[in-house]
């Protein structure tokens, strides 16, 4: 059974950086590329980064460009998304998915 457990998010100020993390058990990020997702309540679930299988290649949403970035750690079996210059239009429950698996969700909130 795949799972997907991410961790990281919370609060912080414009400006700021936040990591969040996404490991894979049951599951090996090689055999599949992973994908980043936000919603905020009332709307859409919007696609917002995604990573190859091998790592090598990553595509991100215009509005996150240049700001967030995407790795793997194969050993670890996990997908980190680094978020910088975090601003309020940022804030949402972030999810990542592969296939058909997704994580349980992490909020992340830019606020002063």
């Known amino acids: 059974e795949v799972q997907l457990v991410q961790s990281g998010g919370g609060l912080v100020q414009p400006g700021g950086s936040l990591t969040l993390s996404c490991k894979a058990t049951g599951f090996t990020f090689r055999e599949s590329a992973t994908k980043w997702y936000r919603q905020v309540p009332g709307k859409e679930r919007e696609w917002v980064a995604a990573?190859?299988?091998?790592?090598?290649?990553?595509s991100y949403e215009n509005s996150v460009k240049g700001r967030f970035s995407l790795s793997k750690d194969t050993g670890e079996n996990t997908v980190y998304l680094q978020m910088n210059k975090l601003q309020p239009e940022d804030t949402a429950t972030y999810y990542c998915?592969?296939?058909?698996?997704w994580g349980q969700g992490t909020q992340v909130t830019v606020s002063s």
């Open positions: 990573i190859s299988p091998g790592g090598k290649q990553t």
């Open positions: 998915n592969t296939g058909n698996s």
